[in-house]
């Protein structure tokens, strides 16, 4: 998945955080697994993208303590 394509789920993943959507907890967690595989490939290059990958790596671990 491209730069661009990752930072639109990002985004999106955003929304979906703040609570403006009303997403079930199964399909969250099937976002944020989504995004962590478009973020990964590009963290290497991108300081950017790397920050936002270890932000949603947090997320996974805040869920599952």
Known sequence: MERTA???LD???ARVRSGRSGVS???R???LTE???ALA???DDDL???ARLSLRYGAVT???A
């Open 6 to 8: 990752a930072l639109r």
């Open 62 to 64: 805040d869920r599952s």
């Open 11 to 13: 985004a999106e993943w």
């Open 48 to 50: 950017s993208l790397a």
């Open 29 to 31: 967690e099937r976002m």
């Open 25 to 27: 907890p199964g399909e």
């Open 35 to 37: 995004l962590i595989a």
């Open 41 to 43: 490939p590009h963290a």
